[in-house]
T-cell receptor
Framework: DSGVTQTPKHLITATGQRVTLRCSPR?????VYWYQQSLDQGLQFLIQ???????AKGNILERFSAQQFPDLHSELNLSSLELGDSALYFC??????????????FGPGTRLTVT | AQSVTQLDSQVPVFEEAPVELRCNYSSSVSVYLFWYVQYPNQGLQLLLKYLSGSTLVKGINGFEAEFNKSQTSFHLRKPSVHISDTAEYFCAVSVINDYKLSFGAGTTVTVRA
């Protein structure tokens, strides 16, 4: 158990809909990352938040957005869903700012199926 | 930008045999390297990391990896595998001033009795 929790575990929805994925980082970790894992794209970095502020952006679609709240949990919002958005979405956390702390701890993921 | 290439997509191996998973990276700046394992229907678990110092790093479950700067490689090895090592293995890199991980395509290891 990494200490990172993600809800829900599975999500099935229809095209055009909007969903919210939630992540709680490990206790004490200030940074949260979102990744997408799909068969055709592999593991892709989407976005990073550090202590409530956006720190880095990767291959995140404009239909997707995220935020990190004062209690450090994060939400990833996916809207106008398409079939191609079906994937496993991982959240990871890390201390960041602590010397040598580069590793990220991953949650179990949310499997999104768009029908 | 940095990138990672995992040279083998699938590696079948017999139980108690050694295994090596190959990883090459590309970056114009100093790198930090990681190996993660993903068991079926689970998240990613950190096996080991190279941040600095000794180029031979030891991780969990008997795995080790060697950082070779001249060959831009970070190959993962285990001298004797178990059935429970059946999983997908990912090599990842991050660089200075950028904490995001860039992953390779993954190597599926299947251990047979």
């Amino acid at each position: 158990d990494s200490g990172v929790t993600q809800t829900p575990k599975h999500l099935i929805t229809a095209t055009g809909q909007r969903v919210t994925l939630r992540c709680s980082p490990r206790s004490g970790d200030l940074s949260v990352y979102w990744y997408q894992q799909s068969l055709d794209q592999g593991l892709q970095f989407l976005i990073q938040y550090y202590n409530g502020e956006e720190r880095a952006k990767g291959n995140i679609l404009e239909r997707f957005s995220a935020q990190q709240f004062p209690d450090l949990h994060s939400e990833l919002n996916l809207s106008s869903l398409e079939l191609g958005d079906s994937a496993l979405y991982f959240c990871a956390s890390s201390p960041v700012g602590t010397s040598g702390s580069r590793e990220q701890y991953f949650g179990p993921g949310t499997r999104l199926t768009v029908t | 930008a940095q990138s990672v290439t995992q040279l083998d997509s699938q590696v079948p191996v017999f139980e108690e045999a050694p295994v090596e998973l190959r990883c090459n990276y590309s970056s114009s700046v100093s790198v930090y390297l990681f190996w993660y394992v993903q068991y079926p229907n689970q998240g990613l678990q950190l096996l080991l990391k190279y941040l600095s110092g000794s180029t031979l790093v030891k991780g969990i479950n008997g795995f080790e990896a060697e950082f070779n700067k001249s060959q831009t490689s970070f190959h993962l090895r285990k001298p004797s595998v178990h059935i429970s090592d059946t999983a997908e293995y990912f090599c990842a890199v991050s660089v200075i001033n950028d904490y995001k991980l860039s992953f390779g395509a993954g190597t599926t290891v299947t251990v047979r009795a």
